[in-house]
């Protein structure tokens, strides 16, 4: 008789247990992240992984397709922690406060989490391109910023428009002052801070009641 089947897709599918291959693969998760967070992106082999999770290289190729498959779900992983981390901001009464404090919550959620930062937007992973639909999801994770903007534009705060294309605005200006601060050019917060309000200022109604 032949050896049991291993746990992971084909265990799962075969027992029709679709909780078992969901388990195992936020298990595999859970070490890459581990590997991510304390080793840098550099760790990320199928090896290793596979080695951590106790389980065999072609378990994470059954699962993710690649090492690039695996990296496009870690890079998603990234803008999923951003996200919770926005929308658990306190709730504000004024649109134009919170969206404000939107902006420095952003940054504190990317300096947070340097491993996935590295992932999402500075290529730690030789060869690994996120898809367009991986870019569509990651789009979307930050679409609290987008409400936000709608209801400054709604309460007569900003000049109407596409919420989207103040938002990519803000996006942009983080990103730069954010990579600047990473790569030790700036010390601290206060040019993200300024670039970030300058942007709002930009798209602000020049004249309110």
């Not at 990651?138 to 000049?159: F, K």
Request: net charge neutral; proline share 5%; aromatic share 8%.
């Amino acid at each position: 008789m032949g050896s049991p089947t291993p746990l992971g897709l084909q265990g799962a599918y075969t027992r029709g247990h679709r909780n078992t291959y969901d388990e195992f693969r936020t298990r595999l998760m859970d070490v890459a992240t581990r590997l991510l967070t304390e080793a840098g992106p550099e760790s990320l082999t199928v090896r290793r992984i596979a080695a951590e999770a106790g389980c065999s290289t072609q378990v994470i190729y059954t699962m993710f397709g690649s090492k690039e498959g695996l990296a496009e779900a870690l890079y998603l992983e990234g803008f999923e922690h951003i996200r919770r981390r926005l929308e658990a901001l306190p709730k504000r009464g004024d649109p134009l406060e919170r969206l404000t404090a939107l902006a420095a919550a952003y940054r504190e959620a990317a300096l947070a989490e340097p491993g996935y930062y590295s992932l999402m937007f500075e290529r730690a992973i030789p060869g690994f391109t996120p898809s367009e639909r991986a870019r569509t999801l990651a789009r979307a994770a930050l679409n609290i910023a987008d409400r936000i903007i709608a209801d400054c534009i709604a309460a007569g705060y900003l000049t109407p428009t596409q919420p989207r294309k103040i938002a990519d605005a803000l996006w942009a200006a983080a990103q730069g002052a954010l990579s600047l601060e990473r790569a030790g050019h700036l010390p601290d917060g206060k040019t993200y801070e300024t670039v970030t309000t300058a942007v709002i200022r930009h798209f602000m109604v020049k004249e309110r009641d």
